[in-house]
């Protein structure tokens, strides 16, 4: 995606735009924002409009009107790109930690689409119909989506706090037989190989995301509670990551519940995976999702990691900066890759049925194609167990990138 940003750069330059995507600071976009509005587009444009919708769902400055000649939308993209209005809604009432309905303030239409691509798009239409030159031949065809699979490793054998608290959460969605099962029932959540099998059918790779502590009983009773069991030491799952890493596969961090501003932990955990696989780990997502726009990129940076894959919502898929981009993060230069859906989203939160979650899916998969969109999905590795039965979903998902051509990426060291 980064070739749509590039575009965009050319676009400005050759437009005499005086501001580019990502110069902006938060502070700018965040002074003189009058609210939201849907701005319909002229009619040469109105095949980036999203269907059903009645234009573009944006941020105002300074204006009541919602015309689309008088709108900033080079500010309105660098205000979607940074968070703008959840930083602002942060400083005020500190981090939701990825959870959208913590959020006020910030329409859900803002999470819906994946606006800053789509306003791309717009600009550089309006600048070749200004210009009467060829779209395509100026800025070329929109780019292949790109889907990063990955997977966050929270356990590989059915503890008793995984017990307990996916049997809590079954019974608040009102299931007391699957909470019966998830309390009482036994299970082998070593499930590595029917991943890899089925990734393997699609010519597919995919990043691990593990966690770096010790594991055990002699922990916090908070650290027993949140974080998983494991340990990447161990003979048997050391020698299953090593193997998955020199097949081609990445490893990533997958780090403890409080390590989201602590930028030592995150270093050691690191290093201890490192040192037990004998890889080099860059990428990482963020336990739980516990996420601080202020925090976690700087401790992330500071901690000898690039490339995060946090940004992104608990509760809801979506956009959840309005961009399916990945991009360097402006102040500390992590490149940061959204995540817009998770297998949680489709089965935990929503309780979608089959059809349902295929619509999801598919919806999702036609923004990125419509916008030449880059993103992450996460399938958390023990949910292809029958405890849970989430694997069909990611085989419709594998399925539907064969099918619609979605890229594969390529996952910078």
């Not at 270093?267 to 990482?284: C, D, F, N, T």
């Not at 997502?285 to 490339?307: D, E, I, N, P, V």
């Not at 992450?376 to 694997?391: A, L």
Request: aromatic letters at 12%; hydrophobic letters at 45%; proline letters at 5%.
């Amino acid at each position: 995606m980064a070739r749509v940003v590039t575009a965009a750069a050319r676009l400005l330059s050759e437009a005499g735009s005086a501001d580019r995507l990502g110069e902006l600071s938060v502070a700018q976009t965040v002074e003189g924002r009058r609210g939201w509005s849907w701005i319909a587009l002229p009619e040469w444009a109105e095949d980036l409009v999203p269907e059903g919708k009645p234009g573009f769902f944006v941020p105002l400055y300074g204006t009541e009107t919602a015309s689309w000649r008088e709108q900033d939308w080079w500010r309105a993209a660098a205000d979607y790109l940074d968070c703008a209005a959840e930083i602002d809604w942060e400083r005020a009432n500190g981090p939701v930690h990825s959870y959208a309905a913590r959020l006020s303030g910030i329409p859900a239409e803002a999470f819906d689409h994946a606006w800053v691509n789509r306003i791309v798009l717009f600009l550089r239409r309006w600048w070749a119909v200004e210009t009467g030159t060829s779209e395509t031949r100026a800025f070329g065809d929109v780019p292949p989506a790109i889907i990063h699979l990955t997977h966050d490793v929270d356990a590989v054998v059915k503890t008793l706090p995984i017990r307990l608290k996916q049997a809590v959460f079954s019974l608040y969605n009102r299931r007391p037989r699957q909470a019966l099962r998830f309390l009482l029932g036994p299970a082998d959540y070593w499930q590595f190989d029917t991943i890899l099998q089925l990734e393997a059918r699609h010519g597919r790779k995919s990043l691990w995301n593990v966690y770096g502590g010790r594991g055990g009983w002699r922990r916090p009773a908070k650290e027993i509670l949140m974080d998983p069991a494991y340990d990447v030491a161990s003979v048997r799952l050391g020698a299953k990551l090593r193997a998955i890493a020199e097949s081609g596969h990445r490893i990533g961090l997958h780090p403890k519940f409080d390590t989201w501003r602590d930028p030592a932990r995150l270093s050691e955990e690191r290093s201890y995976i490192e040192a037990a696989l004998g890889v080099r780990v860059h990428e990482v997502r963020q336990h739980w999702l516990r996420f601080s726009h202020g925090q976690t990129w700087a401790a992330q940076k500071a901690a000898g990691l690039s490339h995060d894959f946090t940004l992104g919502f608990n509760d809801r898929p979506g956009f959840r900066n309005g961009a399916a981009l990945s991009y360097l993060e402006a102040r500390t230069h992590m490149r940061i890759t959204p995540m817009i859906l998770m297998d949680s989203h489709l089965f935990d939160y929503s309780q979608l049925d089959r059809d349902a979650r295929h619509a999801t899916i598919d919806r999702l998969l036609a923004e990125l194609n419509a916008t030449g969109g880059e993103a992450s999905v996460i399938w958390h590795q023990r949910v292809f167990h029958p405890d849970y039965g989430w694997g069909e979903a990611y085989a419709y998902l594998l399925e539907r990138m064969a099918e619609l051509r979605v890229a594969d990426p390529v996952l910078d060291p």
